[in-house]
């Protein structure tokens, strides 16, 4: 006895097409309920470099404020 194989081609790739518009659709879903343009560093490592730099220069450039505010006063 022997055993036949069928495959659906079609619905096997609309079901790709539709996993992949799913993901698509999840992240920017995701983009939008956060508000940033970042969420992790997958989405754009080189600008997620960059705003890291930023941040601990503001960051320190905070710490120095409040570090001559205390040898003011």
Do not use: C, F, W
Not at 2 to 13: D, K, V
Request: hydrophobic fraction near 40%; glycine fraction near 2%; charged fraction near 25%.
């Amino acid at each position: 006895m022997s055993l036949r194989i069928n495959n659906n081609i079609e619905s096997m790739n609309a079901h790709r097409n539709l996993l992949m518009n799913d993901r698509a659709l999840s992240k920017s879903l995701e983009r939008l309920a956060s508000g940033q343009k970042i969420n992790r560093a997958a989405d754009d490592p080189a600008a997620l470099v960059i705003s890291e730099h930023m941040r601990a220069q503001v960051s320190g450039m905070e710490q120095a404020i409040r570090n001559n505010e205390v040898a003011i006063s």
